[in-house]
């Protein structure tokens, strides 16, 4: 029996990985090459304090505000509007107090497996010098940014994840570079960094492939099933016969689940980057200045500079002024930044409006499966998607609860 999974990003190779080292027949199916969609460039982080839903009310109460300041970081393109509407009052839903309360504990519980899954893999593919050994430390100016994050620390206190509040002497044996505008800071030592998660996904699918997996580049247009998965159909006319399908094509997913009958709210939250080749400047933790977002990691070929969330769709052109808009913020922590030697990108992160990732089997066809919508976190997930995802297409139990992550949840 043949389990084709579609979509070789972080979480399809991760997954058709654990898949294969489970003795499984397995085909990954992508359209562009291993690592080129969203985990090509993203911030390299195990950001595993990050888990908080977006919708949370100290979040999106600044978000007209945010709209209306041309730099800010959440920006809506007017003519998108209309479009993002059904998402949006999905949205808004997901904010009432209860629901928060329990989306909190959804995305705590896979963060808090990170590591338990994401270590034995990196072993078993001799990637652990892929990982930083230092953590996040988030920054403040002074305390009244400090207590504007304080519901933040809060969650994370309530769910036990190691932090460290330092003061500005400790902040600069950390990082000699950081301004001395930064009073405070807090510092994550779980949140560590990957040195090129592109070239991480491209590792895993050599390794996956060393185990006998296939790949094979082709663009899923069309589905043959019955009650159950019969086939894949590719552009080129091939037919792939597979008995279990995985839809893990990042933000293009929507479209696939559509054809397979099953809509999905995704939207893409597009994001970018600014690789920095020679930024003069040496660092060893990533930073995030929250009262300024945007992120800073130390990567292999320089400094990476990011963040941003701008809700325009899919194919509208990127709008690079939203990069260099970081670019001067990070400026502002680290004044001796230089960005002369750069590249830009931007990609898709593939969200839904509660922020829980879905993993699940079809409610409607059997050997049907999703993995998508992880939002701000694909990389982070990765491995523990991989883990209970594999768990459930081999009849394993995982070890969670996996009904908050089903796929007709919405
Ligand atoms: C600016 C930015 C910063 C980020 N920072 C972080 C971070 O620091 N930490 C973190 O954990 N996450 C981060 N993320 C999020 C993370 O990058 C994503 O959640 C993750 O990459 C999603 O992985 P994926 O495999 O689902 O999707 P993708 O990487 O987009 O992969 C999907 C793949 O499916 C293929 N595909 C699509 N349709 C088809 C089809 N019909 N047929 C065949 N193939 C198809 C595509 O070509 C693509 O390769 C960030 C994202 C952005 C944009």
């Known amino acids: 029996m043949t389990t084709a999974v579609i979509g070789a990003g972080i979480i399809g190779t991760t997954l ?3 898949l294969r080292r489970r003795g499984r027949d397995v085909v990954l199916i992508e359209r562009d090459g291993p690592g080129k969609g969203a985990s090509y460039g993203n911030m390299a982080s195990i950001a595993v304090t ?3 839903p977006a919708s949370r009310p100290s979040i999106w109460k600044q978000i007209p505000g945010w709209m209306l300041d041309p730099e800010g970081p959440v920006r809506v393109r007017p003519a998108y509007m209309p479009k993002l509407t059904p998402w949006f009052l999905r949205f808004i839903a997901a904010s009432r107090p209860s629901k928060l309360r329990a989306l909190e504990a959804q995305g705590a519980a896979l963060c808090q497996r990170v590591y338990d899954d994401l270590n034995p893999l990196l072993k078993e593919t001799g990637l652990e010098g892929e990982l930083s050994e230092e953590g996040c430390l988030s920054l403040y100016s002074d305390e009244a940014e400090f207590k504007a ?3 933040h620390i809060e969650i994370l206190e309530r769910f036990g994840f190691p932090h460290e509040v330092i003061g500005r002497q400790a902040i600069k044996a950390l990082e000699p570079e950081l301004s001395d505008k930064i009073g405070l800071a807090v510092l994550f030592p779980q949140n560590r960094s990957m040195k090129n998660p592109y070239q991480l996904v491209v590792k895993l699918a050599e390794g996956f492939a060393a185990l006998g997996g296939k790949i094979e580049r ?5 589905f043959e099933r019955g009650e159950a998965m019969q086939a894949v159909l590719l552009k080129d006319g091939r037919r792939i016969a597979a008995a279990e399908v995985v839809v893990a094509a990042g933000v293009h997913s929507a479209k696939l689940a559509k054809m397979l009958g099953e809509p999905i709210p995704l939207e893409t939250e597009r ?4 690789q920095i080749m020679a930024p003069g400047i040496a660092m060893k933790h990533s930073i995030i200045w929250p009262a300024r977002a945007f992120m800073v990691t130390p990567t292999a070929g320089g400094i990476r500079v990011g963040g941003t969330v701008e809700m325009a769709g899919i194919d ?3 709008d690079f002024r939203r990069s260099k ?4 913020r990070a400026k502002e922590a680290l004044p001796n930044l230089r960005c002369e030697d750069y590249t830009e990108w931007m990609g898709h992160r593939p969200a839904f ?3 829980v990732p879905v993993m699940s089997a079809s409610a409607r066809t059997k050997g049907l499966y999703y993995a998508t919508g992880h939002g701000h976190l694909g990389l982070t997930y990765a491995a523990t998607n991989a883990r209970l995802m594999a768990d459930l297409i081999t009849g394993a139990k995982p070890p969670i609860d996996m009904k908050p992550y089903r796929v007709d949840r919405f």
């Open 50 to 52: 990050e888990f908080m």
């Open 316 to 318: 509208a052109a990127p």
């Open 353 to 355: 409006p509660d922020t």
């Open 149 to 151: 994050d304080r519901e």
């Open 16 to 18: 058709a990985y654990a």
């Open 325 to 328: 808009v970081t670019v001067k």
């Open 218 to 222: 082709g663009e899923v247009v069309g």
């Open 271 to 274: 994001g970018y980057h600014t």
